[in-house]
């Protein structure tokens, strides 16, 4: 979808420290507000945006400062978090569906997490690092899953 199709873009960049995903957390709960989303639905997706930041910060930056960049739209359809990363880029096709739950342990319940909490999860690896979307279905039966 172009970007001119959207009625909302709100964007930023972050460094990869914890204090920054309170910056985060409130640009999803602005555009989660303005797609109309209801409290239950704009907490599913802080969740999913949470996890994926301190995931990019403990893995793709491996704890040091990095810059994270996030645009936020929100289309006709959908609500679209895309988040752009310069740390280590994700190899390993298994660690994005995230681990079965019968396998509990530390580490890969985050993407499992994100899955469930968000319609589409979306990773792109790049030479420099990692694309990631995460999007929200709106005006449909998706929408009024939680």
Known sequence: MRKDACTSILSCRLESKCDCVRILQAMVDVVAGRA???????????????????????HGYKDKVGVVEVDVEICPSELRL????????????????????????????????????????????????????LIWHLNSEAAQRA
């Open 36 to 58: 109309g989303l209801g409290c239950v639905e704009a907490n599913r997706l802080t969740l999913a945006a949470n996890e994926l930041f301190a995931n990019i910060c403990s």
């Open 82 to 133: 895309a988040v752009r990363d310069f740390g280590l880029p994700v190899a390993c096709k298994s660690l994005l569906k995230g681990r079965d739950l019968d396998d509990v342990r530390p580490g890969g319940l985050g993407m499992h997490l994100m899955h469930s909490a968000m319609d589409e999860v979306h990773h792109e690896c790049l030479d420099d690092g990692n694309r990631w979307t």
